[in-house]
């Protein structure tokens, strides 16, 4: 994360540098702005084992420091729940019968520092995109689980933790006439810098099973507007 911002800082202040020579990068093109999305967050790898698709909402306040390139403030929430299938497959061992009924949503709150990169092409402006920052998470879980014909109930717990992440991906603005409106697409790759997991379920027998690592792709849409 400190080498995150510092890299972000660094490329700021160069860029300032900059807008201060021709009228390429120049501060009347500097504008503040808004946007707002949201779609589904799509679990992979070893996350994908214990939950199922989400759903993922995303505001960032971007700052355009120089012609295609903008800083921005991002806060986001995503919400999953753990597929009872699949949990049921990893919690069973051989030679016995096992279900689960668990409630166990998942929420994950990013606060994040991030960068996009765009390009114009023909009437719109593709871009990269990359943040770091701190993912507040909060896992809710209660429910039963049955072994050989035995119901043991979960106690209610509530778990909240915080774990660095970034995210990278690619997206599109498509304007929408010259009032500063724009259709904002894109789609990220999420992942935590660590494998930190939050025991879901303990069984009588076997490991217990946690959260494991957050991986997930967020494919979202939604509009924005750049201030004059």
Do not use: C
């Not at 070893?46 to 390139?69: M, Q």
């Not at 997206?171 to 990220?188: H, M, S, T, V, Y």
């Amino acid at each position: 994360m400190k080498t995150t911002f510092l890299l972000l800082v660094t490329v700021m202040l160069a860029a300032d540098a900059l807008g201060q020579h021709g009228n390429v990068i120049g501060r009347d093109e500097r504008k503040f702005g808004i946007s707002v999305k949201a779609g589904p967050a799509i679990p992979q790898g070893e996350f994908a084992d214990l939950f199922s698709t989400g759903f993922t909402g995303f505001v960032e306040v971007p700052y355009n420091i120089a012609k295609g390139f903008s800083v921005y403030l991002g806060v986001g929430l995503s919400r999953f729940r753990a597929d009872n299938d699949k949990l049921a497959n990893e919690l069973k061992q051989e030679g016995q019968t096992l279900t689960t009924n668990v409630d166990a949503p998942y929420w994950v709150l990013p606060v994040v520092l991030g960068l996009n990169v765009s390009y114009r092409y023909a009437n719109i402006w593709p871009y990269f995109t990359f943040s770091g920052g701190a993912y507040i998470q909060r896992l809710e879980t209660s429910g039963s689980f049955t072994t050989n014909g035995t119901v043991t109930s979960l106690e209610p717990k509530t778990q909240t933790w915080t774990q660095s992440a970034y995210a990278v991906g690619l997206g599109a603005f498509i304007p929408l006439g010259d009032e500063g409106w724009a259709i904002d697409l894109n789609a990220k790759f999420n992942s935590v810098l660590d494998d930190e997991g939050i025991v879901i379920v303990t069984p009588p027998s076997g490991d217990s099973e946690t959260t494991r690592a957050i991986r997930y792709v967020s494919i979202m849409a939604g509009l924005s507007y750049t201030f004059r």
